[in-house]
């Protein structure tokens, strides 16, 4: 693995399971009464937001704290970034303490990756703008391979607001990596205008594409948020139309084959493209994706800041 994880496109297959099967380990430990391990001990682990974040920033604090780093917040909000102080001062000022790592989520993409020029710690990209989000990405393989097993010739549709989603893009980097066939599904002004670079099919009707040309065609649904906060205009008529076209309603849902899941990374805009049907319902994997996600934020900081030490720390680290 490289000293940074900026896009899911840098891992390659071999990178992707070896994080996953740690995961596997480090999920172990969730369940365990007292969860902390020293495998960390004296690495000091910087969150730094200048985005909002409830799951992403919680869960990589608690990942590294079970694993005994030392874990500081630093939000835009509350930081002299709000007094003007720019990018490259603020991420200088951090890394100069002495940090091990840094957890950067940004609103402009690519500012994660500028950071990396300028500091020496490691940098893990939380979500740079609408470009990538790769742990998110690790976090919904491990989920859907804990539900439906091996990845390799699955398929999975994602739906939704495709246009501003970071998900979206490190998602059909990691689901091609592992093996996956994935359909990308949104109106046409949702649509990413360079999606045809990209490995995947598409279309503009869900229905079409959950009837699936044969039964069972369809392993899972990958539904996204609608970012009112990154839209300026109009990008559909009205929500209820939205919900009508392209939400995961309770008749879609029936479509689906038994044993599909669905998921969504949250925060979740309910009755918009998400039913609570399918957002609370036996094939909803949310909070699964939330659990997840401290494991694989636990591997990710074990492979960048303890990967060159020896086997057993990991053996440790899962109490083998
Ligand atoms: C996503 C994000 O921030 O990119 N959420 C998350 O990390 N769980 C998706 C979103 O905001 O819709």
Redesign the pocket.
């Known amino acids: 693995m490289t000293s940074h994880l900026l896009s899911a496109g840098d891992l390659s297959a071999e990178h992707a399971l070896t994080i996953l099967d740690s995961a596997e380990q480090m999920y172990a430990i969730q369940s365990r009464p007292i969860k902390k391990l020293p495998t960390l001990r004296g690495r000091t682990v910087v969150n730094l937001f200048f985005?909002?974040?409830?799951?992403?920033r919680s869960s990589f604090e608690i990942a590294g704290k079970w694993l005994s780093a030392d874990v500081i917040n630093i939000s835009a909000k509350g930081s002299s970034v709000s007094k003007g102080e720019s990018l490259r001062d603020t991420a200088l000022t951090v890394a100069a303490m002495g940090v091990d790592a840094l957890v950067v989520?940004h609103a402009s993409s690519g500012a994660v990756q500028r950071i990396t020029e300028w500091v020496d710690c490691h940098v893990i990209n939380?979500?740079d703008g609408t470009h990538e989000?790769p742990t998110?990405a690790l976090l919904d393989a491990f989920a859907l391979r804990r539900r439906i097993g091996d990845l390799t010739g699955k398929h999975v549709v994602i739906v939704g607001?495709l246009t501003?989603?970071?998900?979206a893009r490190s998602n059909v980097l990691l689901l091609n990596t592992l093996g996956a066939r994935v359909t990308l599904v949104a109106p046409p002004t949702l649509m990413p205008a360079a999606v045809h670079t990209w490995e995947c099919a598409t279309s503009w009707d869900l229905d079409e594409v959950l009837s699936g040309k044969a039964a069972g065609d369809v392993d899972a649904v990958m539904t996204?948020?609608v970012?009112r906060e990154r839209m300026s205009g109009g990008y559909f008529p009205t929500e209820r139309e939205y919900a009508i076209s392209y939400g995961l309603s309770p008749r879609r849902l029936s479509m689906l084959s038994e044993d599909a899941p669905v998921l969504h990374?949250?925060?979740m805009n309910r009755g918009l493209e998400i039913s609570s049907a399918a957002a609370d319902g036996p094939r909803s994997l949310v909070l699964d994706?939330v659990k997840a996600?401290v494991a694989v934020r636990m591997s990710v900081l074990y492979h960048l800041l303890a990967g060159a030490q020896p086997a057993p720390v990991l053996e440790e680290a899962a109490g083998l």
């Open positions: 985005e909002d974040s409830t799951r992403t989520r939380a979500g989000h998110q607001d501003h989603s970071r998900v996204l948020r970012q990374p949250g925060p994706q996600g």
